[in-house]
């Protein structure tokens, strides 16, 4: 049975493009419905069960808060006060509802990585990283723009206070921090993160498989890789939850930069 799986193995090797698109999800059409995949639906979902969740939890508001209530409460206090005001100052208050979002938005589609028979992040494919950080850098930039005039952003976001031979060398790097590798360092970080947790669950699990399929010497090796992608679940559920805090908290700390008086 190896050898026949190697031999179809061997058959499809080396992968081509068309291997990297996730097929459609449809059961027809599914050539014309390519763009509804299993990453889609995930997405939708996490998207629908935000909305509502905070819509049937503010339906009624009360004064002594039922537990829908203060759960939604809590998790917009707890955006509102340690990120927004914390990193933006008063006027964070102002921008605390869309860091709530997108600090929902990633802890639930970083969550699907770890339900079984699910076990894929939305976020562990780039595209869905890389919108995220193009939102928020276009978000930063616009506030800026808008505190300052484009012009004074400019200053602002390109030249430090610092002695003026020394500009020419730090103009470029300040442009090249500021406006190129914030967005993508945002994308790339949530991305990586995700990507190598779905991973490693994938080959302890899929190993165990493999193992205890080859020979059943090999089944208390088969039970400790089990074993270990149990306890990696529970290791990358804390980083689920750091990577959309980490996410939340450096888009605040850019809009705060943005709307800063001073380099």
């Not at 031999?7 to 459609?24: K, R």
């Not at 990283?129 to 276009?138: D, E, H, N, Q, R």
């Not at 991305?191 to 080959?203: D, Q, R, S």
């Not at 959309?244 to 908290?249: E, H, S």
Request: glycine residues 4%.
């Amino acid at each position: 049975m190896v050898i026949a799986q190697s031999v179809v193995l061997a058959a499809e090797f080396p992968p081509s493009v068309e291997d990297f698109y996730l097929p459609s999800i449809l059961p027809w059409g599914a050539h014309d419905n390519y763009w509804f995949t299993k990453i889609t639906f995930l997405v939708w979902v996490a998207v629908a069960a935000i909305i509502i969740f905070f819509l049937v939890s503010y339906r009624k508001p009360e004064l002594v808060p039922t537990k829908k209530q203060w759960l939604a409460e809590s998790i917009y206090g707890f955006v509102r006060n340690n990120i927004a005001v914390e990193m933006i100052g008063p006027k964070g208050v102002a921008f605390a509802p869309y860091l709530t979002t997108l600090f929902m938005f990633i802890l639930l589609n970083n969550f699907w990585g770890i339900v079984p028979f699910v076990q894929l992040s939305p976020n562990s494919h780039i595209a869905f990283p890389a919108i995220l950080a193009v939102i928020s850098y276009v978000m930063f930039i616009y506030v800026g723009i808008r505190k300052h005039g484009f012009l004074k952003y400019l200053k602002v976001s390109l030249i430090p206070p610092a002695p003026g031979f020394i500009l020419p060398l730090l103009i470029p790097i300040e442009f090249f921090s500021n406006f190129l590798v914030r967005p993508f360092s945002l994308a790339v970080r949530l991305f990586a993160n995700m990507f190598a947790g779905h991973i490693l669950l994938l080959v302890f699990t899929l190993g165990g498989f493999a193992m205890i399929s080859a020979t059943p010497w090999l089944a208390p090796v088969s039970i400790l890789s089990w074993a270990l992608s149990i306890a990696l679940t529970f290791l990358e559920f804390l980083v689920i939850c750091l990577q959309a805090y980490v996410f939340t908290v450096l888009t605040a700390s850019y809009v705060q930069g943005s709307l800063a008086d001073e380099h």
